[in-house]
């Protein structure tokens, strides 16, 4: 099993940036494949980046590509998922998630680990 724990949500203005951080423990989680996702108000959740255990991939939602980058840090467990020229449309709880082995597949139902969620407000 794995442990997730995002960090780094907050209040911004449109236009601005944040970075959110998620730290594994428990299992070696290099063998995960590690996602975000975010779930807005009345909406139901959705993909936002992910990447294959193995590191070889890397996806995008559309609605973020471009203005997303998630990375990882192998040697401190953590993934990070930087996001720039936020939009009204980008509020939302941002949710980790991770699939044993995965090759990053963008679906909420192959992720078998989550995280408790970080808000991320986007207001003027």
């Known amino acids: 099993q794995v442990q997730l724990v995002e960090s780094g949500g907050g209040l911004v203005q449109p236009g601005g940036s944040l970075r959110l951080s998620c730290a594994a423990s428990?299992?070696?989680?290099?063998?995960?494949?590690m996602g975000w996702f975010r779930q807005a108000p009345g909406k139901e959740r959705e993909f936002v980046a992910d990447?294959?255990?193995?590191?070889?991939?890397?996806e995008y939602a559309d609605s973020v590509n471009g203005r997303f980058t998630l990375a990882r840090e192998k040697d401190k467990n953590t993934v990070y998922l930087q996001m720039d020229n936020l939009t009204l449309e980008d509020t939302a709880v941002y949710y980790c998630?991770?699939?044993?082995w995965g090759p990053g597949t963008g679906r909420s139902v192959d992720y078998e680990y989550w995280g408790q969620g970080t808000q991320v407000t986007v207001s003027s």
């Open positions: 990447v294959s255990w193995s590191g070889s991939s890397t």
């Open positions: 998630a991770a699939d044993q």
């Open positions: 428990g299992d070696d989680s290099n063998r995960y494949a």
